[in-house]
T-cell receptor
Framework: SQKIEQNSEALNIQEGKTATLTCNYT??????LQWYRQDPGRGPVFLLL?????KEKRKERLKVTFDTTLKQSLFHITASQPADSATYLC????????????FGAGTRLAVHP | DAGVTQSPTHLIKTRGQHVTLRCSPI?????VSWYQQVLGQGPQFIFQ???????GRGNFPDRFSARQFPNYSSELNVNALLLGDSALYLC????????????FGAGTRLSVL
């Protein structure tokens, strides 16, 4: 069956450390992988997109890796801050037709001062 | 520029009733998608419209329907509400295209009693 898996348990880290979130998928061949941030009671906000033929993408303190052999993406936040506390969702773009976007359940990150 | 706007923000209905949710996309975006998000889960795709045509439909019953208007705004209709329809309903707009980056509204919180 097709699945997207993100750590269901919350990730608690100390301010200043690097947070690493994992997204694994099975039985999909995504053209792109996206990461979104969602705060309580709000809609998701797009952060980064990485193509299937890219290994790594960076934006300020954010870094995403994409390994299509392992079917895994890692999302890193360096020098984390309490304001980074939120739920982070990974999403796969499946090409064809309307380029369907499929979301994982998300991982909640809590950064403690 | 205004982001994606949704109305109403909250709604309480009883089983068997009908509901209409509304969405205005970002100016210039011709694609609108609807998602259902249950607590603790990621957004689940319901519909995508592009240029007033339905482009894609997720695994939802026929009680769910939608349409897009000439100004690219959209409505989601749900008939014969069930308790299980209680969720956050998210609208997202995009430019279309292969990446399908979604820009979300804040959502409509629907409670079915």
């Amino acid at each position: 069956s097709q699945k997207i898996e993100q750590n269901s348990e919350a990730l608690n880290i100390q301010e200043g450390k690097t947070a690493t979130l994992t997204c694994n998928y099975t039985n999909y061949s995504p053209a792109y992988l996206q990461w979104y941030r969602q705060d309580p009671g709000r809609g998701p906000v797009f952060l980064l997109l990485i193509r299937e033929n890219e290994k790594e993408k960076r934006k300020e303190r954010l870094k995403v890796t994409f390994d299509t052999t392992l079917k895994q993406s890692l999302f890193h936040i360096t020098a984390s801050q309490p304001a980074d506390s939120a739920t982070y969702l990974c999403a796969l773009t499946i090409s064809g037709g309307y380029n369907k976007l499929i979301f994982g359940a998300g991982t909640r990150l809590a950064v403690h001062p | 520029d205004a982001g994606v706007t949704q109305s109403p923000t909250h709604l309480i209905k009883t089983r068997g009733q009908h509901v209409t949710l509304r969405c205005s996309p970002i100016s210039g975006h011709k694609s609108v998608s609807w998602y259902q998000q249950v607590l603790g889960q990621g957004p689940q795709f319901i519909f995508q419209y592009y240029e007033k045509e339905e482009r894609g439909r997720g695994n939802f019953p026929d009680r769910f329907s939608a349409r897009q208007f000439p100004n690219y705004s959209s409505e989601l209709n749900v008939n014969a509400l069930l308790l299980g329809d209680s969720a956050l309903y998210l609208c997202a707009s995009s430019l279309g295209g292969s990446k399908n980056i979604q820009y979300f509204g804040a959502g409509t919180r629907l409670s079915v009693l």
